[in-house]
């Protein structure tokens, strides 16, 4: 089976463009989590959707958006980027909303210049 | 959200057990304990995680010290594989959405 898949796994966008990063999670898993990991760090919390339902939203600027869609993909939007938005952007998917495993990607690079 | 405190960094033998600790003294009742490990180039990595009881899976073992401001992670038998950034983190319930990761142990295996 395959895994939670990203893409694309690498972008360079320029500061003030907007980019949209794409997952799929593992079939038959209805929840998917955002993550941003900037270098040397853990990974910050973004957004959780279950049933294409915002269900929780870090400490972000609404500048990044998200959504779900009926078949459980998902999309992160980021607008006017900036260079601190360069960071490792990682999706998890779990079964439902209760089960404790995450199940991560290996996540998108962005790099703004 | 509760913090956890872990070393910066370790270094251990291939095929010895790895003993990595995570302090948590501002614990709650409820609070769950997980942990996952990062390697290299990847995403996150459920390990394992607990509430009251020691834990065991296929990959570790979790060890809670009896007022819970205490955890450790024990891989018994380290492989070069193993060599990652480890991550305790608590939650609410067992199937917390929000996973607030702290900055981690790098564990480091010397061949």
């Known amino acids: 089976d395959a895994g939670v898949t990203q893409s694309p796994t690498h972008l360079i966008k320029t500061r003030g463009q907007h980019v949209t990063l794409r997952c799929s999670p593992i079939?038959?898993?209805?929840?998917v989590s955002w993550y941003q990991q900037v270098l040397g760090q853990g990974p910050q919390f973004i957004f959780q959707y279950y049933e294409k339902e915002e269900r929780g939203r870090g400490n972000f600027p609404d500048r990044f958006s998200a959504r779900q869609f009926p078949n459980y993909s998902s999309e992160l939007n980021v607008n006017a980027l900036l260079l601190g938005d360069s960071a490792l952007y990682l999706c998890?998917?779990?079964?439902?909303?209760?089960?404790?495993?995450?199940?991560f990607g290996q996540g998108t690079r962005l790099t703004v210049v | 959200d509760a913090k956890t405190t872990q070393p910066n960094s370790m270094e251990s033998n291939e095929e010895e057990p790895v003993h990595l600790p995570c302090n948590h003294s501002t614990i709650s009742g409820t609070d769950y304990i997980h942990w996952y490990r990062q390697l290299p180039s990847q995403g996150p990595e459920y390990v394992i995680h607990g509430l009251t009881s020691n834990v065991n899976n296929r990959m570790a073992s979790l060890a809670i010290a009896e007022d819970r401001k205490s955890s450790t992670l024990i891989l018994h038998r380290a492989t070069l594989r193993d060599a990652a950034v480890y991550y305790c983190?608590?939650?609410?319930?067992?199937?917390?959405?929000?996973?607030?990761f702290g900055q981690g142990t790098r564990l480091t295996i010397n061949p």
């Open positions: 983190i608590l939650t609410l319930v067992p199937g917390a959405q929000k996973l607030v």
């Open positions: 998890a998917s779990r079964l439902g909303a209760l089960n404790t495993e995450a199940f």
């Open positions: 079939s038959g898993h209805k929840s």
